[in-house]
């Protein structure tokens, strides 16, 4: 069964369920972190290192916002 999944605030939820203020930095200035994973055989590849990189990149983006 393929659907959307998204993560907010920690949780990981049906795209449907998550939603944003309009007031959000996601919305009014664009702020967040885009990354791609390669999947072969339903398998995510280098998952370690797209973590490792996907939570740098969240907390560097944290750091401009709330400085």
């Keep these: 069964m393929n659907f959307p999944i998204g993560l ?3 949780s990981i939820r049906p795209l449907p369920n998550i939603t944003l203020s309009v007031t959000d930095l996601t919305v009014t200035r664009g702020v967040g972190v885009f990354e791609s994973i390669v999947v072969e055989d339903k398998t995510p590849l280098f ?3 797209y973590l490792d990189r ?3 990149s ?3 983006g944290a750091q401009r916002t709330n400085g």
């Design 8 to 10: 907010i605030n920690g």
């Design 47 to 49: 998952l370690s290192n």
């Design 54 to 56: 996907f939570y740098t």
């Design 58 to 60: 969240a907390e560097h």
